[in-house]
Structure formats: structure tokens, C-alpha cells
């Protein structure tokens, strides 16, 4: 069980262009859902935080005009990045988890991101 | 500030031998849980243990255990009989809602 699912697995766009990741928890509803963005050999970076039907609330430093996320319904979260620039470009991984983190995040595969 | 810190950024150990890696964490949340991930060249995050702060033993799941000192707030992780398969980035990280993650351990298995 706390399948989570996150589509595409990659993806290539062009420099200004946007790109729609999807994460989705497959057996289980999720009340919040958090994206991430990891660099080559380092850590997770938090982004945001989603809840269902809330808006999202940003980590600082993070864009939110840039880092568009929407999380519409219990097992479903987008994060939208628009105007993409070649800086953009990383691994995102999303995780989703039920009323607190008492059990844990569970993660989906992620999504690399690459801008040309 | 609540920060998790990671003071091993490699480790390596022949198969089947034992392994230990360190991580301290300082929190101000008086209820908050601790947990091992592990991330290997797939790059999916996997659960390998958790913690409860407010339980004093400490948790194990089959080769994996952790020695849980919340005094001195370390909370360390031990793999036996360590396999090939171990081989990954290994994270730790302490919260109650939104996870604090540690730079990881690159833990590399010697055949």
C-alpha cells in the first residue's frame, strides 16, 4: 500500500516553454502532498507544501509565480513550472502523507526535468 | 533553527559485514518522529525505518535498527549482514509535519 505515482518520469522542453508534473497517491487519500527538488549528490530541497483545496505554501526563496502548484483533490497534485529556464532544470520528486508525518512521506519515482 | 546533520558523507563495508551511520538532529517540537530513507541510482526514496521520540526502544526491521539516544538527540542507524542491494544514498530525517533531512550518506558495499 502508499503507492505514490508521478508523471512523466522525464521530460525535455524548451527554454521558456512550460511543463505540468503530475503526482498522484494511488491507494490512499492524501492530505498533503510536498514537492521537492534535489541537485546532483545533495539532499532534498523542500519547494512547497500542498493541501487539499488550500493553496500551497511556498518555502522561501521558492517562486510561486514560477512553481504554479495545484492539488485539487485528495490523491491528486500538479506542479506547473512555467517560463522554463535552463536553471530549472533538476530531479522533482513529490511525496504525499495522511494527517501527520507519523508514518512517513511516501515518495513518488520523480520526475527529471530537462530545459534546452 | 531545526537542523539534522549527517557527519558521514561515505561509508563502505564488505557484504555481510556491519554498518553504522550517524545522524544528530536538534528539534524544538516536543512530539516529532525520526526516520532512515534510503535513495538508490533508481533515485526512489524507500521508508527503512521510523522512530517515535516519545518511545524509548528502539526501533528494528529485520537487518535494520537504529540506536535512539534523545538525550544526547542522536539517532543512528545499523545495517547487519549488509547486501549488495544496500548499496544507496542514505537520508535521515526528523519531523512531525514537514520533514528536516540530513546532506546523506553514500553508503557503498564491498563484495
Known amino acids: 500500500g502508499a503507492v505514490v505515482s508521478q508523471h512523466p518520469s522525464w521530460v525535455i522542453c524548451k527554454s521558456g516553454t512550460s511543463v505540468k508534473i503530475e503526482c498522484r497517491s494511488l491507494d490512499f487519500q492524501a492530505t498533503t502532498m510536498f514537492w521537492y527538488r534535489q541537485f546532483p549528490k545533495q539532499s532534498l530541497m523542500l519547494m512547497a507544501t500542498s493541501n487539499e483545496g488550500s493553496k500551497a505554501t511556498y518555502e522561501q526563496g521558492v517562486e510561486k509565480d514560477k512553481f504554479l502548484i495545484n492539488h485539487a483533490s485528495l490523491t491528486l497534485s500538479t506542479l506547473t513550472v512555467t517560463s522554463a529556464h535552463p536553471e530549472d532544470s533538476s530531479f522533482y520528486i513529490c511525496?504525499?502523507?495522511?494527517?501527520?508525518?507519523?508514518?512517513?512521506?511516501?515518495f513518488g519515482p520523480g520526475t527529471r526535468l530537462t530545459v534546452t | 533553527a531545526q537542523t539534522v546533520t549527517q557527519s558521514q558523507p561515505e561509508m563502505s563495508v564488505q557484504e555481510a559485514e556491519t554498518v553504522t551511520l550517524s545522524c544528530t538532529y536538534d528539534?524544538?517540537?516536543?512530539?516529532?518522529?525520526l526516520f532512515w530513507y534510503k535513495q538508490p541510482p533508481s533515485r526512489q526514496m524507500i521508508l527503512v525505518i521510523r522512530?517515535?521520540?516519545?518511545k524509548q526502544q528502539n526501533a528494528t526491521e529485520n537487518r535494520f535498527s537504529v540506536n535512539f539516544q534523545k538525550a544526547a538527540k542522536s539517532f543512528s542507524l545499523k545495517i547487519s549482514d549488509s547486501q549488495l542491494g544496500d548499496a544507496a544514498m542514505y537520508f535521515c530525517?526528523?519531523?512531525?509535519?514537514?520533514?528536516?533531512w540530513g546532506a546523506g550518506t553514500k553508503l557503498i558495499i564491498k563484495p
Open positions: 511525496s504525499a502523507t495522511l494527517h501527520t508525518t507519523t508514518n512517513g512521506q511516501y
Open positions: 522512530q517515535e521520540a516519545y
Open positions: 530525517a526528523s519531523g512531525n509535519y514537514q520533514l528536516i
Open positions: 528539534t524544538s517540537e516536543s512530539d516529532y518522529y
